[in-house]
């Protein structure tokens, strides 16, 4: 049997391999691949090695998994793992697609592969068809949620009640309407690749604002903007100039028509 591991923490990884090795000492691990990026590039190339299954973390480090999607078409069956039980595995659970909670366990690993070697030819486009719909539903769910671990809880934060996201000290803050802090467990890259971009627009390293935010705009120092939010910023938003004609087109693009 021939494997992919799709896989962006070399811990996670390691332990992956040693584990699927347990269960399957004979199978071919073909690859570990690290990101979006490097995945659309292996499923394009022509000569690629047909994986049998495929594990697929979801969170990667450069965006969700499910982009990978988008861009090439992935027959292999796939079973996806995550360290994070959200609200969106819930799709995975309806359609019945096998996911694997990190960390992963033996037994874990061997029920579901032993569910994959019981699919018959039939059995294996049925799933893929539900692979399908399960990526769009869960995309489109994951824009709209974040959950949100908030001292000893883990709460649901809609993208209706985000701001602005920021990002300083490698930490990124979700602050809300009402004038809430939370830190997110992600970074500015992989949230703009999730969030509606008619909602939501990166206006440069340290900040992503949502369109209902934005108070007033001011002509800056060498062709710049200044944004005015309708909360206190920790710093000063600032659009450069390059970003210039593309916020102004985001902008207007979001005005309601008369």
């Known amino acids: 049997m021939n494997i992919l591991i799709i896989e962006d923490e070399t811990a996670a990884a390691i332990n992956l391999k040693a584990i699927i090795k347990k269960v ?17 590039e292996f499923f394009s190339k022509p ?34 793992t995550t360290a994070y039980d959200e609200y969106a595995l819930r799709a995975f659970k309806v359609n019945s697609i096998d996911y694997l909670l990190k960390p992963i366990n033996v037994e874990d690993m061997r029920n579901a592969i032993t569910k994959f070697s019981r699919l018959s030819g039939s059995d294996q486009n ?35 009640d985000v ?41 440069n390293r340290q900040f992503i604002i949502s369109r209902n935010a934005v108070k007033d705009i001011a002509v800056w120092f060498g062709s710049r903007l200044s944004l005015n939010l309708t909360l206190e910023t920790p710093e000063k938003i600032i659009i450069p100039k390059a970003r210039v004609p593309e916020f102004k087109q985001w902008l207007m693009a979001i005005q309601p028509s008369n």
Do not use: W
């Open 163 to 203: 701001a602005f996201f920021y990002t300083a000290n490698e930490r990124v803050s979700a602050f809300t309407f009402s004038g809430e802090r939370y830190t997110v467990d992600r970074t500015l890259e992989v949230l703009q690749s999730s969030l509606p971009e008619d909602e939501f627009f990166r206006a």
């Open 47 to 80: 000569n690629h090695i047909k994986p049998d299954l495929v594990f697929m973390d979801i969170h990667l480090a450069d965006g969700e998994s499910f982009r990978i999607f988008d861009k090439v078409d992935i027959s292999s069956p796939i079973i996806f």
């Open 24 to 40: 399957l000492p004979q199978c071919n691990i073909i690859d570990v691949l690290e990101s979006i990026e490097e995945s659309v």
């Open 126 to 160: 049925q799933y893929k068809e539900r692979v399908n719909n399960m990526i769009e539903t869960t995309k489109r769910e994951n824009q709209r949620v974040f959950l949100i671990h908030y001292k000893d809880k883990i709460i649901p934060l809609s993208i209706d």
